[in-house]
């Protein structure tokens, strides 16, 4: 049987900058957000797929990393690919370019982003065609 998606996980440098990308532009809603020991706001998680479904915890970063980002060739997992119709393609395209997210790279099902951190993120209608 296989196994359902519980979440996926990010750490990020600016966690309010993120939280904006994910729930103000892409409209993922919030279920919960985490705070430290201090109070401060250490984590939000946002729906992927709406009730019982799985969820993104958005994690802050502990301290600013000096390595390298890991190049989208190397191993790893390469994206996170969220679903739309595709006849929302192109105001997907027009929404993101706007908000200082422009398309990076397209297939003919998905949309290819960035978000503040440098994550690749698709919009995807796959397995449905453009709409003309």
């Known amino acids: 049987m296989p196994l359902p998606l519980h979440h996926l996980a990010i750490v990020v440098a600016d966690l309010a900058r993120a939280e904006a990308f994910y ?12 705070t430290d020991e201090a109070g401060a706001h250490r984590s939000t ?3 992927l797929s709406g009730r019982e479904g799985g ?10 990393a000096t ?3 890991r190049s989208d060739e ?7 690919a969220l679903g739309i119709g595709p006849d929302e393609r192109e105001a997907w395209r027009a929404r993101l370019t706007d908000a200082g997210h422009p398309v990076e790279r397209e297939s003919a099902y998905t949309l290819y982003v960035r978000d503040p951190d440098g994550n690749l993120v698709g919009l995807s209608h796959f397995p449905h065609p453009r709409a003309t």
């Open 23 to 34: 729930v103000e532009l892409l409209g993922l809603p919030v279920e919960r957000r985490w």
């Open 45 to 47: 998680w946002v729906s």
């Open 55 to 64: 969820f993104l915890a958005i994690e802050r970063a502990i301290e600013r």
């Open 67 to 69: 390595a390298p980002r």
């Open 74 to 80: 190397a191993p790893g997992l390469h994206c996170l």
